[in-house]
Nanobody, 118 residues
Framework: QVQLVESGGGLVQPGESLRLSCTTSGFTFRTYGMSWYRQFPGQERELVAFITSNSDRIHIPDFAQGRFTISRDNDKKTAYLDVNSVKPEDTAKYFC???????????WGQGTQVTVSS
């Protein structure tokens, strides 16, 4: 049974740092690239970070560079998203996604809500 479970969301104040975790099971984590997406209400889901299966390449879109960092621990089968100095405009539901490096098999987590407010 494949599972991707995001955690670490909730209510945070502007300026704080945040770590989201995506804990996985049921598939060979080390052979999947991992991504984080976020979705605002009524908007399409947007990529915020990507890391290859062996961590040899990382992609951070321009809007997210400087504050967003993706990492992974293949022994723990977990991916992380670190956000520094959160802003109210970071308020969104955050999702992790696994994509097989060769055949494109894709799994999504259920998402975790991040609300940035003072």
């Amino acid at each position: 049974q494949v599972q991707l479970v995001e955690s670490g969301g909730g209510l945070v104040q502007p300026g704080e740092s945040l770590r989201l975790s995506c804990t996985t099971s049921g598939f060979t984590f080390r052979t999947y690239g991992m991504s984080w997406y976020r979705q605002f209400p009524g908007q399409e889901r947007e990529l915020v970070a990507f890391i290859t299966s062996n961590s040899d390449r990382i992609h951070i879109p321009d809007f997210a560079q400087g504050r967003f960092t993706i990492s992974r621990d293949n022994d723990k089968k977990t991916a992380y998203l670190d956000v520094n100095s959160v802003k109210p405009e970071d308020t969104a539901k955050y999702f992790c996604k696994a994509v097989h490096r060769y055949d494109g098999t894709t799994y999504w987590g259920q998402g975790t809500q991040v609300t940035v407010s003072s």
